[in-house]
């Protein structure tokens, strides 16, 4: 492919992730026809929407269906958003000499589809995680938590969209985590194996890596904040906000982290067979005793995507094919010097029931602030035009700032612009370094 052809891209997903993706894809020169599946409100002005396009869950017919489509339409770059796909083997149905996928193949997403398959490489490769206890018996697993003295975090050991992961304070939440996954089955087959770990103390961040099976190009660190409420209060979410970059990593832990946990999980899976590539994205715990992992993902974090792809200088085609083709030692990647903050908008009741339909007004005035870009995922247009609310995570508000506090003021001023019914969002994102 040569360096100056056009690319036409297929973006699997509908999150605010697919959006910013999308809106980064665009700018490149090289980019021709854009197109997403299912997309949302916000991707059609974009490119064009393929809701009758499945992917999720994936099957044999729906990789059929996409396959069919990428040779039809002369799609030379596919880039999978979500876990899901990735875990099922997407990138593995979709490979073809003159397609490149972005992802990890079905062994490599391994790393975020099974958690104790995570934690027996982290302990192989001495990655620093913490300590854990894995359960398929619900009675052995209650004894266990019975006999502990300190607290412990309940995770899910399969996919759970990200709410498979229980923080705990007492015995009790403990044993009411282990009965919602092992016994009432919230998070279905994925609780039917759970981790019990102990609870680590200090900052959370999320360090993400473009991986081209050898080469490693550490992205700026982000901070996320999951749990719905103001000063982290609540149950967990999808994620209510990120910013990037964030000071509690700088350059001297940074190279810790890509030496002690990047570096040999990369390195590991090579040996075992498989060349990782795409996105290696590790969540830690600044602890006393140093970083922690404690989870894996092999994908862009949503919403920590938002702002990274707000901040990335650079062509992102390029970019992305160079990661599929283990060539990232050739391309320049930078970033612009300022702060990102982005803010979640969520319907309510979000993370439990909510209701969609809920018109959406005022995008264009908060987009006004030409520092404000907002990036939509539960929305869809209806049959008349109207933009509605679609899911629990309704949009990304990402504002540039010479400043942390300076980025997260101008992103809640523009939340106070947009309206749909039952609309909250968290109005102190940051609030952990500031």
């Not at 949302?40 to 059929?64: I, R, S």
């Amino acid at each position: 492919m040569s360096k100056k052809s056009k690319v036409h891209i297929l973006i699997l997903g509908s999150g605010g992730r697919e959006h910013a993706l999308g809106f980064k894809l665009k700018q490149s020169k090289r980019c021709g026809k854009l197109y997403f599946a299912p997309g949302n409100g916000g991707t059609a002005a974009l490119g064009t929407n393929l809701p009758d396009l499945p992917f999720d869950p994936v099957n044999t017919k729906h990789a059929d269906a996409i396959d069919y489509f990428c040779r039809h339409n002369n799609i030379s770059l596919v880039v999978i958003g979500p876990e899901d796909p990735l875990c099922g083997g997407l990138v593995d149905r979709l490979a073809a000499p003159d397609r490149h996928v972005f992802g990890p193949v079905q062994t490599g997403a391994r790393l975020e589809a099974d958690k104790v398959f995570s934690k027996q490489l982290m302990r192989a490769t001495s990655v620093p995680t913490a300590d854990s206890k894995t359960f398929t018996d619900y009675e052995a697993a209650v004894n266990y938590v019975e006999n502990r003295e300190t607290p412990v975090v309940v995770k899910a050991a399969g996919l759970a969209k990200g709410k498979g992961v229980i923080v705990c304070s007492t015995n009790e939440q403990a044993l009411d985590a282990l009965k919602l996954c092992m016994v009432d089955l919230a998070f279905g087959e994925a609780g039917q194996t759970v981790i019990v770990e102990e609870r680590l103390g200090g900052q959370e961040v999320s360090i993400l890596a473009l991986v081209d099976g050898r080469n490693i190009f550490v992205l700026d660190p982000t901070q996320d904040h999951k749990p719905v409420g103001e000063e982290d209060t609540g149950p967990n979410t999808g994620g209510m906000g990120a910013y990037c970059p964030t000071p509690l990593v700088d350059d001297a832990l940074m190279t810790t982290i890509e030496r002690e946990v990047l570096v040999p999980i990369v390195d590991a899976m090579r040996r075992d067979g498989t060349e990782f590539k795409g996105v290696l994205y590790a969540g830690l715990m600044l602890t006393a005793g140093g970083p922690k992992v404690l989870e894996f993902n092999t994908r862009f974090g949503d919403p920590e995507c938002q702002p990274l792809m707000m901040r990335l200088k650079g062509d992102l085609i390029d970019i992305m094919i160079a990661t599929c083709q283990g060539t990232l030692g050739e391309v320049n990647l930078s970033w612009i010097p300022r702060c990102c903050c982005c803010v979640v908008m969520a319907s309510g009741g979000y993370p439990g029931k909510y209701e969609t339909g809920k018109p959406i007004t005022g995008i264009e005035d908060a987009e006004a602030d030409p520092d404000v870009k907002v990036f939509h995922a539960g929305t869809k247009l209806t049959n008349g035009g109207t933009l509605v609310t679609a899911g629990g995570r309704v949009l990304s508000i990402c504002a540039m700032g010479d400043d942390l506090k300076q980025a997260q003021q101008k992103a809640n001023a523009a939340c106070e612009k947009i309206h749909f019914d039952g609309a909250f969002y968290r109005t102190d994102i940051g609030f952990r370094v500031m």
